[in-house]
Structures are given as structure tokens and as C-alpha cells.
């Protein structure tokens, strides 16, 4: 495995480190981790087109290399493992059946360990997608990816593949390549739950016959002592998040990132009517501790032997928006100095926690250990 960091978010700079990596005759899939601050766009197509690896990957808020947060920039990681890429398209279009194109797609996957599965994170049926792969694949191998795109949450072209950047789709990466993934969001319960009485997608229309917004609006400002107003929403509710009940799970958490003129509330993902949902919270200490309890599982669940490793990191942009400055502890808390990492900070998290089941997640820290072949 190679890996390649370029810091200015330059075109030419970019073009540079993706030839150098697919140039290595050991490179048989390359992962890109763009930032959003880049502003790639359809000059960057013919540069994807000339590689003859398959190219996965999205352009999100922020990246990581090792324990360093980047807010420009690409990240270029160089696969001896080859991959089976595939897009999946359409992922906010009602209509789509994504179980029968995952079946046409992946045929054979009988060696596979791990999936990458990176989607924009602004299309309106990722935890359908999410459902879809768990209903055709199951818990055979482990998966692991996130939300690509941009905090304007204005939906663009944020995907990678050999035919250039892509919007409104999935890009899976199948690989035979062993992993241990770990999950953990570090949010605390402060409301009894509420049933989710009417919804669409991802937006949260009423809660207990009540508009989302009412019943939100009045547990929050209780316990933050803050007002809403008509332009502070987010700023408020990157700290207040929704969590669903999951029998004998830590909670899927929810993150609403507005509210629209019928006091419903969008958030990232999908939130299923009749479902149960309650108002966390937390502190720098409690997601801390998070991030480091999912690197713990994720060394715990690899089970590979003499295997080098590589970590991932992929972490939700609205922890770092929570954190602020103390971000750093986040990092600290998961980077191994033996070790390589890199990450991204997503709009949403996909993996599997143990063998228990897949998930979209908001506000989560997801760590996967890799085993990858390196060379220099």
C-alpha cells in the first residue's frame, strides 16, 4: 500500500500524487479522500479517466492523515488488493429497486472480506441502499465508509470513479482484504423517547402528532438555556442529536441539520415512521472516550495474522463542528504512531458494529483496521 498527501487543494498538485500512486506496478485499486475546499470539478474528469485502477472514493467537509485533520487538500491511497468497484445510481429516486442492482452487480463475492461503501451523503435513500446490502449480502464481510459532500448541504458531484466525479449514487469497493471494524458515538439519552408519527425519507415531520420542531424546540432550549432562532438552528442542534432505539444496542444517532416552513426537521438519513426516537447529548470527554472505545473494537475484531495494517478513520464532520478546537483529542485518541491512518469527516457513517447488523449512522466514530500490503 502507498499513500500520498498533497496539502493545497491545487488541481495540478492532485493530478500529480494520483499518477505517482497508480504509476507503482504493485497498485491495484486507489482510494481519493478530497476536501470539499478543493472545489474539484469536471477538470479533474480527464485525470480519472487515464487511470487504468479502479478509482473509488468522495470529496467531504474535511479529511484525515494520520493525526492530522485537513480542511484542504487529497489524500491518494494506493491498494495492492484489487478491488471490485460498481456504481450504484439514483440514491434519492423512490422507484429503485437497489437489492436486484446489487444482486446483477456483484454476482460472485465469495471472497471478499471488506466492502468500502461511500455515498452522497445529501441523497434521500441511503439507509434504503443500507438495507438493501444487508438483505442481499448480510454480515458476510465487513463494510465500512461514509456521506460524501459539502456543509453548504447544497448537492453536487462528490463521488470518485474512473468516468469522473458523480452526485446522487453509491460507489462500492469489494475487496479480499481483512478488517476489523469498530463503532462508537459517545451521545447520552436526555428526554423520554417520542414516537416518530409521521416521516418521509429523511425528514421528521411530527413527533407524537406534534410538529418535530415543537417537541424539539422544547426539550432543547430547556436543557441548553439557548432560543432558537431564525438563524441559529444548527448551531444549537449540532449538539442536541435524535437517537433511534435498537434493542440491546447503543442508539442510531440522527443528526437534524435544518427546519423547514412546516416546523419539520431534515436530517442526515433516513428516520422510519413509527420508529422511537429520543434527544441526546454530550461532552468532549464522553465522544473522546467514544472514538477510542471503537478503535479498541476494531483492533478486537481483526483477526488476521502477520498482516500489516493501515486504520480508517471516518468520522462525522459534526463531532469536529461539537468539538471545535479539542478535535485534536479525537485523533490523539485513535491514531497508533506504528501504524498509518487516514479518514475522512463524512456526512454520515456506514459500517457494521460486531456482527450484530449495517447501519447508517450520524455523529459517530467508525474505525476500521485494515490489513494491507505496503511498499514504499
Not at 504493485?26 to 479502479?54: E, M, R, W, Y
Not at 437517537?243 to 431534515?266: H, Q, T, Y
Amino acid at each position: 500500500m502507498i499513500i500520498k498527501v498533497e496539502r493545497t487543494g491545487d488541481i495540478a498538485h492532485f493530478e500529480a500524487i494520483l499518477s505517482e500512486v497508480a504509476a507503482q506496478e504493485s497498485v491495484a485499486g486507489i482510494l481519493v479522500l478530497a476536501c470539499d475546499a478543493n472545489d474539484f470539478g469536471p477538470a479533474i474528469t480527464d485525470s480519472l479517466k487515464s487511470i487504468t485502477q479502479p478509482v473509488f472514493g468522495g470529496i467531504f467537509p474535511e479529511i484525515i492523515h494520520d493525526n492530522e485533520k485537513l480542511s484542504c487538500g487529497t489524500v491518494v491511497v494506493g491498494f495492492s488488493h484489487a478491488p471490485d468497484v460498481q456504481v450504484i445510481p439514483s440514491l434519492s429516486d423512490p422507484t429503485v429497486d437497489y437489492g436486484t442492482i446489487i444482486e446483477e452487480k456483484f454476482p460472485d463475492v465469495e471472497h471478499v472480506q471488506t466492502m468500502f461503501v461511500w455515498v452522497d451523503g445529501l441523497s434521500s435513500r441511503i439507509s434504503a441502499l443500507i438495507d438493501s446490502l444487508f438483505n442481499v449480502f448480510g454480515l458476510e464481510f465487513n463494510y465500512i465508509g461514509g456521506g460524501a459532500g459539502s456543509l453548504s448541504f447544497q448537492q453536487k458531484p462528490c463521488l470518485f470513479t474512473n468516468e469522473g466525479l458523480i452526485e446522487d449514487s453509491a460507489v462500492l469497493a469489494l475487496f479480499d482484504m481483512p478488517s476489523g471494524i469498530g463503532v462508537s458515538h459517545g451521545w447520552t439519552t436526555i428526554s423520554d423517547p417520542f414516537r416518530v408519527t409521521e416521516s418521509e425519507g429523511n425528514v421528521i415531520k411530527t413527533v407524537d402528532w406534534r410538529p418535530a420542531f415543537e417537541v424539539y424546540r422544547e426539550v432543547v432550549e430547556a436543557a441548553s438555556g439557548q432560543k432558537f432562532t431564525d438563524d441559529n438552528f444548527f448551531e444549537i442542534a449540532k449538539a442536541y442529536p435524535f437517537g433511534i432505539s435498537i434493542l440491546d444496542s447503543e442508539k442510531i444517532v440522527r443528526d437534524p441539520i435544518m427546519r423547514d416552513e412546516n416546523d419539520a426537521l431534515i436530517c442526515v438519513g433516513e428516520v422510519p415512521q413509527e420508529c422511537y426516537v429520543s434527544i441526546l447529548t454530550g461532552n468532549i470527554t464522553s465522544l473522546v472516550s467514544a472514538a477510542g472505545n471503537a478503535l479498541n473494537m476494531g483492533n478486537a475484531a481483526f483477526e488476521a495474522e502477520s498482516e500489516d495494517k493501515m486504520t480508517l478513520f471516518i468520522d462525522c464532520i459534526s463531532r469536529v463542528l461539537f468539538l471545535e478546537d479539542q478535535f485534536y483529542q479525537e485523533l490523539e485518541a485513535v491514531f497508533t504512531e506504528s501504524e498509518m491512518m487516514v479518514g475522512a469527516l463524512t456526512l454520515g457513517e456506514i459500517a457494521n458494529s460486531g456482527q450484530d447488523y449495517l447501519e447508517f449512522y450520524n455523529k459517530t466514530a467508525v474505525v476500521g483496521i485494515l490489513g494491507v500490503s505496503t511498499s514504499r
